[in-house]
T-cell receptor, first 114, second 117 residues
Framework: SQELEQSPQSLIVQEGKNLTINCTSS?????LYWYKQKYGEGLIFLMM?????EEKSHEKITAKLDEKKQQSSLHITASQPSHAGIYLC??????????????FGKGTHLIIQP | GAGVSQSPSNKVTEKGKDVELRCDPI?????LYWYRQSLGQGLEFLIY????????KSGLPSDRFSAERTGGSVSTLTIQRTQQEDSAVYLC???????????????FGDGTRLSIL
């Protein structure tokens, strides 16, 4: 089963509208990372959340981690064509300084309609 | 360079051949990670290096896969006797310190797109 669920899988939004992408786990997340990917390119780091209830913003993108540290949301305000791409959440699923890489959701494909 | 550099960017090879993928991390980053991204599977963690050592190789898909890192910098991922199911984008990432130690973000290269004919 998928340890990190992202929803929706794809999203078509009219330019200027707001949108939210969710990332959910049944386990406690020890570090939650949001990335953006364009086709044929690598992942661009957006934000990192570590503490329950934490919220960070950069330009028109806001990310939150819930108090239980099992769910994160990414919110884009007044979407623009430059926001189009695949958004991925990645999480450190293990505490105690483990040597494992991040576990990723399957991504949300965002399309912005002019 | 300023970012993580991977080469080649694209590789097409025949089934059964060996391939070697290279990753040059951000200067000063001690941790290096390999991931595989394929359609329908998402991003799959393969292996992690702290310095030159890889504490856990269990994420490698089969014994045809191996990775090494020398001098605490460049890493190579080698796939022997390639199979069609090895076709994917192989992504490398580096971070200042290892996962779970201060939680530093991983920075990714653009990947190597591997196609096995």
């Amino acid at each position: 089963s998928q340890e990190l669920e992202q929803s929706p899988q794809s999203l078509i939004v009219q330019e200027g509208k707001n949108l939210t992408i969710n990332c959910t786990s049944s386990k406690t997340l020890y570090g939650l990372y949001w990335y953006k990917q364009k086709y044929g390119e690598g992942l661009i780091f957006l934000m990192m959340l570590q503490k329950g209830g934490e919220e960070k913003s950069h330009e028109k993108i806001t990310a939150k981690l819930d108090e239980k540290k099992q769910q994160s949301s990414l919110h884009i305000t007044a979407s623009q064509p430059s926001h189009a791409g695949i958004y991925l959440c990645g999480a450190d699923m293990y505490s105690g300084g483990g040597a494992d890489g991040l576990t990723f959701g399957k991504g949300t494909h965002l399309i912005i309609q002019p | 360079g300023a970012g993580v550099s991977q080469s080649p960017s694209n590789k097409v090879t025949e089934k059964g051949k060996d391939v070697e993928l290279r990753c040059d991390p951000i200067s000063g980053h001690t941790a290096l990670y390999w991931y595989r991204q394929s359609l329908g599977q998402g991003l799959e963690f393969l292996i992690y290096f702290q310095g030159n050592s890889a504490p856990d190789k269990s994420g490698l898909p089969s014994d045809r896969f191996s990775a090494e890192r020398t001098g605490g910098s460049v890493s190579t991922l080698t796939i022997q006797r390639t199979q069609q199911e090895d076709s994917a984008v192989y992504l490398c990432a580096s971070s200042l310190v290892g996962q779970g130690v201060g939680n530093q973000p991983q920075h990714f290269g653009d990947g190597t797109r591997l196609s096995i004919l």
